[in-house]
């Protein structure tokens, strides 16, 4: 599972994405701000969003409706120290599709999340994305050329993901580190520079230019045209 942790409290942030990663296997992306949650929404395919409610910039509630007015389809659970019967019912009219009251258990979020799973959320037809040769499935997070599967690894999959949404635009290592590894993390722009060239080994054929062209002491350019 795919899920955006959106909690604007370090310490609370790190924890649950610590947990959410080791106890549950999934995959988690961090922000701690409501326009950083929103672009991240609607940027990637996340399975779920783990929205705090009270945020800088924006906040929960106010991520969900405009999420919802977009048509979002994907699941949304919102935390929240507001414990009244009126607040939650706010919440889940907002577009939530479920809602956790501070101090929580991980336990329950888990299975709250394991509820959540077994829904059946359909794909957005934004979901597919073609480009040359391939096509990516950002539910399945399957890549395909000429009709056959491309593995690729978890980090692979959300780099190509990252560039996707920058189609031609210049990424710097340090863009692509902090999206990838994330904000803090101990790795290397080497270890940004290997995944990128054994994603480009994957993508690109011989005879055309390279999707992914290096810009010489900057960073990465992706080109959906040959």
């Not at 649950?16 to 106890?23: A, I």
């Not at 409501?34 to 969003?49: K, T």
């Not at 959300?158 to 990424?171: H, K, R, S």
């Amino acid at each position: 599972m795919n899920i955006l942790l959106a909690e604007d409290d370090k310490k609370l942030g790190k924890l649950v994405k610590y947990m959410l990663e080791k106890k549950g296997g999934y995959h988690v992306d961090w922000v701690e701000n409501g326009e950083d949650a929103l672009d991240y929404a609607r940027g990637s395919a996340y399975d779920v969003l783990i929205l705090d409610w009270m945020m800088p910039l924006m906040d929960g509630v106010d991520i969900c409706k405009r999420l919802r007015s977009d048509n979002y389809g994907h699941a949304i659970i919102l935390l929240t120290a507001k414990d009244s019967l009126q607040d939650k019912i706010f919440g889940l009219d907002a577009g939530a599709d479920d809602y956790l009251t501070k101090p929580f258990e991980m336990d329950e979020l888990l299975a709250r999340l394991r509820v959540l799973a077994r829904r059946n959320f359909a794909p957005r037809q934004s979901d597919i994305v073609t480009f040359r040769r391939f096509k990516l499935n950002r539910t399945s997070h399957q890549l395909s050329r000429d009709g056959a599967e491309v593995p690729l690894s978890p980090r692979e999959y959300q780099l190509l993901d990252f560039f996707l949404q920058n189609t031609g635009n210049v990424l710097t290592r340090e863009a692509i580190l902090d999206r990838i590894w994330g904000i803090g993390s101990d790795v290397s722009y080497k270890n940004v520079d290997v995944t990128v060239k054994m994603l480009r080994d994957k993508l690109d054929d011989s005879g055309e230019e390279p999707v992914i062209q290096s810009i010489r002491g900057v960073g990465y350019r992706f080109e959906m045209d040959a």
